[in-house]
């Protein structure tokens, strides 16, 4: 049974930093790409950061040189760095994985049925 448990988040002044985990069971990080996603009340699901099997990554526009992400295979854990933190980085976080999609599709938001989500980090920027 695939699963996905998020820690991390919370509330931080602008310019702080964050770090989110997902430890995930059923499946190896060592075979399928794992990414961060957020959705903006309004908006479109936007893929945060991505990593592949090989630890290839990608990152979207709005959070380059800001987030990294990465993960401990031993673990059976990846994590999101988030540093520089913004106001409008407020939104609720989900790490995900698809066991068919490559990273590509994964960070793009092409999914094939055989997705799986964490439950959702709340993280607030605020002053």
């Known amino acids: 049974q695939v699963q996905l448990v998020q820690s991390g988040g919370g509330l931080v002044q602008p310019g702080g930093s964050l770090r989110l985990s997902c430890v995930v069971s059923?499946?190896?990080?060592?075979?399928?790409?794992i990414g961060w996603f957020r959705q903006a009340p309004g908006k479109e699901r936007e893929g945060v950061s991505c990593?592949?099997?090989?630890?290839?990554?990608t990152y979207g526009d709005s959070v380059k040189g800001r987030f990294i992400i990465s993960k401990d295979n031993a673990k059976n854990t990846v994590y999101l760095q988030m540093d520089n933190l913004k106001p409008e980085d407020t939104v609720v976080y989900y790490c995900?994985?698809?066991?068919?999609?490559?990273?590509?599709?994964?960070?793009?938001?092409?999914?094939?049925?055989?997705?799986?989500w964490g439950k959702g980090s709340l993280v607030t920027v605020s002053s």
């Open positions: 995900a994985t698809d066991l068919i999609a490559t990273m590509t599709d994964l960070c793009s938001g092409i999914f094939y049925g055989m997705d799986y």
């Open positions: 990593i592949n099997n090989d630890g290839q990554t």
């Open positions: 059923g499946f190896s990080l060592e075979g399928y790409p």
